[in-house]
T-cell receptor, first 115, second 112 residues
Framework: GAGVSQSPSNKVTEKGKDVELRCDPISGHTALYWYRQSLGQGLEFLIYFQGNSAPDKSGLPSDRFSAERTGGSVSTLTIQRTQQEDSAVYLC?????????????FGPGTRLLVL | QKEVEQNSGPLSVPEGAIASLNCTYSDRGSQSFFWYRQYSGKSPELIMFIYSNGDKEDGRFTAQLNKASQYVSLLIRDSQPSDSATYLCAVNKEYNFNKFYFGSGTKLNVKP
């Protein structure tokens, strides 16, 4: 389809393991975002990429979290040494360009459960 | 102080009534304002955005922006049970249209 896709849709892991979450943005979108949403909570900004500029990492909660975006398209969010408090839905979004009236389009999310 | 604040609700309205959802923001440099709807277990989806003072209507939805008072609201006319969801307010700023600041959302229940 033409929307944002994320994989896996669900991930169960054991505490201390590393996980990788993948996001495929809408083709041609220059901006890509990662958010975290805990149960019943709002969206917590993690990181965004815009074109070839340095990413804004100001929302990453600890150095266990990292993200990269290869070739200006696909992005991977990596969580090292997972903790139970990392359990949440991780949402990816993309945006066409840097214009003010442009909205983000969200993917279906990856539901992460750390046991 | 949070960038964007919303009452968490739940806001309960009877079917057919007008639902009024409010959002305040702290930075006068905020430029564009977005309303998203999020059904339980689903991702947010855009309802509408506004960037000029006044009202903007789209079907049963009206967004209202008052920059002097730093609030934006969403009115839903003829509310339907299918409108029951969490509504998220988001803003971006004139010096960085790429970064979005989200409120925590207001849960709306429309009772048949």
């Amino acid at each position: 389809g033409a929307g944002v896709s994320q994989s896996p849709s669900n991930k169960v892991t054991e505490k201390g393991k590393d996980v990788e979450l993948r996001c495929d943005p809408i083709s041609g979108h220059t901006a890509l975002y990662w958010y975290r949403q805990s149960l019943g909570q709002g969206l917590e900004f993690l990181i965004y990429f815009q074109g070839n500029s340095a990413p804004d990492k100001s929302g990453l909660p600890s150095d266990r979290f990292s993200a990269e975006r290869t070739g200006g398209s696909v992005s991977t969010l990596t969580i090292q040494r997972t903790q139970q408090e990392d359990s949440a839905v991780y949402l990816c979004a993309s945006k066409r360009d840097s214009g003010g009236g442009e909205t983000q389009y969200f993917g279906p999310g990856t539901r992460l459960l750390v046991l | 102080q949070k960038e964007v604040e919303q009452n968490s609700g739940p806001l309960s309205v009877p079917e057919g009534a007008i639902a009024s959802l409010n959002c305040t923001y702290s930075d006068r440099g905020s430029q564009s304002f977005f309303w998203y709807r999020q059904y339980s277990g689903k991702s947010p989806e855009l309802i509408m955005f506004i960037y000029s003072n006044g009202d903007k209507e789209d079907g049963r939805f009206t967004a209202q922006l008052n920059k002097a008072s730093q609030y934006v609201s969403l009115l839903i006319r003829d509310s339907q049970p299918s409108d029951s969801a969490t509504y998220l307010c988001a803003v971006n700023k004139e010096y960085n249209f790429n970064k979005f600041y989200f409120g925590s959302g207001t849960k709306l229940n429309v009772k048949p």
